[in-house]
Nanobody
């Protein structure tokens, strides 16, 4: 089973950018649909972005479309989430996850990282 470790979170101001990384080990990310989720205090996991095996299999939530970009480097076995024009409502713990199929349901993802905190101040 693939193991995932996120990094790149931090405290930024509104309008700033961050790039999150998700390094995988134990298996190759090319075998999975890779997703990014976030969880704000008191809320459930929210699907943010997901990428599959071809460039056409890329999906974003409406709240981040046009600002966030998911990408993967199969050679480095790493998935990225480039976040631009950050807003205070983007504040959350961000998780990457690996799933066996294209899905936005967090229950269908088998492996999760430990999460990285993103805080956006106004």
């Amino acid at each position: 089973q693939v193991q995932l470790v996120e990094s790149g979170g931090g405290l930024v101001q509104a309008g700033d950018s961050l790039r999150l990384s998700c390094a995988a080990s134990g298996d190759t990310i090319s075998s999975y649909f890779m997703g990014w989720f976030r969880q704000a205090p008191g809320k459930n996991h929210e699907f943010v972005a997901g990428g599959g095996w071809t460039p056409s299999n890329i999906y974003y939530s409406d709240s981040v479309k046009g600002r966030f970009t998911i990408s993967r480097d199969n050679a480095k076995n790493t998935v990225y989430l480039q976040m631009n024009s950050l807003k205070p409502e983007d504040t959350a713990v961000y998780y990457c996850a690996a799933g066996p199929r294209i899905t936005f349901n967090p229950l269908e993802f088998r492996s999760w990282g430990q999460g990285t905190q993103v805080t956006v101040s106004s």
